[in-house]
């Protein structure tokens, strides 16, 4: 078991990784691929760089020095998060982890498709969240807006509650699942449609189909997906933390650009910093 | 005001002939997020005392009601004022968030 895990590879998570590190906490940072800093082409309004500094350079100078000083930075996508209490299980597609704290800093990701009636549908057949809504369509016939490994995680947990599931992808390639309940279709959606509630999908060549629920799962989870099935608390999904970067649950902290704010290295710094040492002090406190 | 369980027996007694507005929170055991929403609730019932009404439905044991309103997704969050549902908030809130609903 870890003492801590961080998901996120970006100055956020590697800041606090050096913290928690260097404070002989066990650390493993779990990344995926793309951040926003390796987004950014020129970096001049931060700290220590005289001719400023491409992000994407950045990024793996900050990757190498955390590796550096022993902490394990793996690239591995995080597709489903656990809080059992006394313990966090972190599940990747290629296996799982254990921390007993853990540190989101996944960057400004929002995962919400642009697709017509997404939000009318909230909450009436439209979820975020298999663990919370997977049983309201028990043996119902459901749809996955998604392609990735995230989509697949997701529909891995519905799939012995459902009667059958759709993955919609939406135009992208279709993931790899095989199971008999489970179709692919890769059309582009137009809209979702229904009364009061959610009843099909109608794709943009006219066609429909016929489905009770639709989760929602495109692209690769971020911390707003994460906070949903874990219990966190979001504004406008960006994670509510306080000064010492504590979530409303025991244990996870937060920091970088998915706490909101001002969107720059400095801040997600500085957040990672404060993350990392107040990580360092629950795990002594709470003598784990 | 105490967080009041509302069943399907007592909901018109308390909810529809309620007189001032009643918050309710609809939740399952089962359900994680759910237990981050409950303190959220028994805070907002301490701090509004009389002026409204603060209650919880277990949508397990009281599954008409919950078809009723149409929970789709847990936690929910009903306002009604005058028996009517005013606001629905799907997903966990914060306080801010739910109080501001009273207005
Ligand atoms: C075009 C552009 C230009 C910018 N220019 C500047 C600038 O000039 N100055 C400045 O200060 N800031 C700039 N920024 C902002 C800066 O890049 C961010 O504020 C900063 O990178 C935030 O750091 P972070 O650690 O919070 O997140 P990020 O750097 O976004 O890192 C997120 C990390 O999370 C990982 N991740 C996400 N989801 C998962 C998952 N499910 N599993 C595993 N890993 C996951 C990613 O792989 C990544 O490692 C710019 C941003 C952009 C997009």
């Known amino acids: 078991m870890y003492d801590v895990i961080i998901i996120g590879a970006g100055p956020a998570g590697i800041t606090a990784s050096l913290y928690t590190q260097r404070g002989n906490l066990k650390t493993l940072v779990l990344y995926n691929e793309k951040s926003g800093l390796e987004k950014a082409e020129h970096i001049e309004n931060y700290y220590g760089f005289e001719n400023g500094i491409s992000g994407e350079a950045l990024y793996k100078i900050g990757i190498e020095q955390a590796k550096n000083i022993g902490v394990d930075v793996i690239k591995e996508e995080v597709t489903k998060v656990e809080n059992n209490i006394d313990y966090f299980k972190i599940v990747t597609p290629r296996g799982e982890y254990t921390s007993k704290v853990l540190i989101l800093s996944t960057g400004n990701k929002k995962n919400k498709p642009k697709i017509k009636g997404i939000e009318k549908f909230e909450g009436k057949g439209v979820s975020y969240c298999t663990i919370c809504d997977g049983f309201f369509f028990r043996n119902r016939s459901i749809s996955v807006i998604g392609s990735g490994n995230y989509a697949v995680s997701e529909t891995n947990e519905l799939i012995n509650i459902a009667n059958d599931i759709t993955i919609l992808t939406n135009g992208e390639k279709a993931p790899e699942i095989r199971a008999d309940n489970v179709n692919i279709d890769t059309k582009k959606i137009e809209e979702i449609i229904g009364e009061n509630k959610v009843e099909g999908v109608k794709f943009k060549d006219g066609t429909e189909i016929q489905t009770d629920g639709i989760f929602i799962a495109q692209g690769v989870a971020g911390s707003a997906d994460f906070a949903k099935k874990l219990g966190i608390i979001t504004n406008k999904d960006n994670i509510v933390v306080n000064a010492n970067m504590e979530t409303n649950v025991k244990g996870i902290f937060a920091c970088g650009d998915c706490t909101g704010g001002l969107l720059q290295v400095s801040k997600a710094v500085y957040e990672g910093a404060k993350a990392g040492l107040e990580a360092i002090k629950y795990i002594r406190k709470n003598n784990k | ?103």
């Open chain 2, 1 to 103: 005001m105490a967080v009041l369980k509302i069943t399907q027996e007592n909901f018109e007694e308390e909810v529809s002939k309620s007189n001032i507005p009643v918050i309710i929170d609809f939740y399952a055991d089962w359900c994680g997020p759910c237990k981050m929403m409950s303190p959220i609730i028994d805070n907002i019932a301490e701090e509004l005392g009389e002026s409204v009404k603060v209650g919880k439905v277990n949508i397990d044991d009281n599954k008409n009601l919950a078809m009723q309103f149409g929970i789709m997704s847990i936690p929910t969050v009903i306002i009604f004022k005058e028996g009517k549902a005013e606001k629905t908030f799907v997903g966990l809130r914060d306080k801010e968030e739910i109080l501001n609903g009273l207005k």
